[in-house]
């Protein structure tokens, strides 16, 4: 049944059209994470040939304010109960403002309930089901490939334009992957760079409360054709240096705008809720970018290590490439 194709998927009537419920028995909440399993890893482990490490995550204050205006960056503290001695405590810490990881309860399909039909009242605090934890416990880890939109848009002459917000197309996937002379293969980690949070990060001011307070920010399309993309290469996490990883605002005409009234239409709940797909947002793949086209070597072993918190929603990514 996992061996579906997207199309298939969109005909099931025993779930929600469009989904992966109930089609990964062993580690049925952990989701689409299930394509990178043992034999992943073991072929992983051969990306690593320089002993080289490169960190995929922003500092936890670094988008401050956060671009949800929901969130706020963590006020550190450093306590002491005595002059010998030093402890510290995060106040007003939210998991998601950062590099993250949205875990399976982010998103609920409208109509349908959180992935799997989990129960809405067991989506609460210290409830095991669907918690981020279940990604701490058996970690995220494989053969990350990287995809660099940004460089192949650069080297055609038309770079993005990030203060617009421009919509991108899964043919710009297979665009980039062509050009890397690079195929995704079942259980990759996928992770897009567009250039977004660099380029965010180091705008003026101005242009960053612009884009902040329109909510704009660069990301693809919300389309079915990114579901089946996604689901039909096997992926085991997609991760972008976007805010969102779609597009916002969502774009006019997008095809979930009927199945996701909540948010305008966007595809969170087709990818999160449906598919059971781990995302990754505003990743730092700046240097790692630059390593790829500096080598050639667009793959490595990756590590995504959330948080253990037991009914955690996200979690930062902590995520390493080894190369």
Not at 79 to 103: E, K, Y
Not at 153 to 178: E, F, K, N
């Amino acid at each position: 049944m996992r061996h579906l194709t997207y199309h298939q998927l969109l005909r099931r009537t025993d779930a929600p059209p469009g989904s992966s419920w109930h089609l990964f028995p062993d580690q049925p909440e952990r989701g689409m994470a299930n394509f990178a399993g043992p034999e992943q890893i073991r072929r992983a482990a051969h990306e690593v040939r320089d002993g080289r490490a490169f960190n995929l995550d922003y500092a936890l204050d670094a988008f401050d304010p956060p671009m949800s205006r929901s969130r706020g960056i963590p006020h550190h503290r450093i306590t002491a109960a005595h002059d010998q001695a030093r402890d510290d405590v995060l106040d007003n810490f939210h998991l998601q403002a950062s590099t993250q990881i949205d875990g399976l309860r982010h998103r609920r399909a409208s109509g349908y309930g959180f992935y799997n039909g989990v129960p809405d009242d067991e989506i609460a605090p210290r409830s095991p089901r669907l918690g981020v934890q279940l990604w701490a416990e058996t970690p995220l880890a494989g053969r990350a490939l990287l995809i660099d939109i940004d460089g192949l848009l650069r080297d055609r002459g038309t770079p993005l334009d990030h203060a617009s917000g421009p919509a991108l197309v899964p043919d710009l996937l297979d665009a980039a992957l062509a050009a890397q002379r690079c195929r995704v293969e079942p259980g990759d980690l996928v992770l897009v760079h567009t250039g977004w949070a660099h380029w965010y990060l180091t705008a003026e001011p101005g242009v960053r409360a612009t884009v902040r307070a329109e909510r704009r920010a660069t990301g693809f399309a919300q389309s079915r054709d990114f579901a089946a993309w996604c689901w039909d290469h096997r992926v085991a996490l997609l991760a972008t240096d976007t805010f969102a990883v779609e597009v916002l605002p969502v774009v006019p005409g997008g095809d979930f705008h009927h199945s996701a009234p909540e948010d305008s239409g966007m595809m969170h709940q087709e990818l999160i809720a449906k598919l059971g797909l781990p995302l990754g947002e505003l990743w730092n793949l700046t240097a790692l970018a630059a390593d790829s086209r500096a080598t050639g070597r667009w793959s490595s072993l990756l590590t995504v290590k959330p948080l253990h918190l037991t009914g955690g929603v996200g979690s930062p990514a902590n995520a390493t490439a080894l190369r």
